[in-house]
């Protein structure tokens, strides 16, 4: 099956600064979101991008369909950022929405 | 509109108690879904439903049984609980769009253990 890998796996930051994470999969999709997981679980949605550029205050994301990578950048970090990043993808031969997540990238953003 | 709302939120059963999770949207979703999350892991598919009456299994559905009597609803089964089953269960649900899936929104999650 469609294999999601994240990176990096951990990241500290210091109020203020900017980041770019990344998810990499190995096969054609028809879906990819990005999720943050807050430290009290709950998974907020913040991008529907299977491909092309979106922008949301200060977080933006990338999907390269063709090159099967997507990038989530995140300017001027806040504490509130703090949290676990995923990536999920619908594989291209599905057609009913079953997401295949990623590890996470677990954010760390001090004052 | 509260979204996906999911009952109870936590819960404590010992090995061999059965139960079941509830899972109800508001959004007159098409598609829900019942995922796992295990420590330090990413969210693991358990079974899905494209419609009232129908339900598919995911990636690990062994141990689980669902239903989809109600459009708006969907539920999880636990017949005979195992140690091994002790994670948070998140319910998801979204809308076909276009021949694709559209966004999936995920309701808190329930904190299950099995002792």
């Known amino acids: 099956g469609i294999q999601v890998e994240q990176s990096p796996p951990d990241l500290i930051l210091q109020e203020g600064a900017n980041s770019t994470l990344r998810c990499n999969f190995s096969?054609?999709?028809?879906?990819l979101q990005w999720f943050h997981q807050n430290p009290w679980g709950q998974l907020i949605n913040l991008f529907y991008?299977?491909?092309g550029t979106k922008q949301n205050g200060r977080l933006s994301a990338t999907t390269v369909a063709t090159e099967r990578y997507s990038l989530l950048y995140i300017s001027s970090s806040q504490t509130t950022d703090s949290g676990v990043y995923f990536c999920?993808?619908?594989?291209?031969?599905?057609?009913?929405?079953?997401?295949?997540f990623g590890q996470g990238t677990t954010l760390q953003v001090k004052p | 509109n509260a979204g996906v709302t999911q009952t109870p939120k936590f819960r404590v059963l010992k090995t061999g108690q059965s139960m079941t999770l509830l899972c109800a949207q508001d959004?007159?979703?098409?598609?829900m879904y019942w995922y796992r999350q295990d420590p330090g892991m990413g969210l693991r598919l358990i079974h899905y439903?494209?419609?009232?009456?129908?339900?598919a299994k995911g990636e690990v559905p062994d141990g689980y049984n669902v239903s989809r009597l109600k459009k708006q609803n969907f539920l999880l089964g636990l017949e005979s609980a195992a140690p091994s089953q002790t994670s948070v269960y998140f319910c998801?649900?979204?809308?076909?769009?276009?021949?694709?899936?559209?966004?999936?929104?995920f309701g808190p999650g329930t904190r299950l253990t099995v002792l």
């Open positions: 998801a649900s979204s809308y076909p769009l276009d021949g694709f899936t559209d966004t999936q929104y």
């Open positions: 096969d054609s999709v028809n879906n």
């Open positions: 991008i299977p491909s």
């Open positions: 999920a993808v619908e594989p291209g031969s599905s057609n009913t929405g079953k997401l295949i």
């Open positions: 959004m007159n979703h098409e598609y």
């Open positions: 439903s494209v419609g009232e009456g129908t339900t």
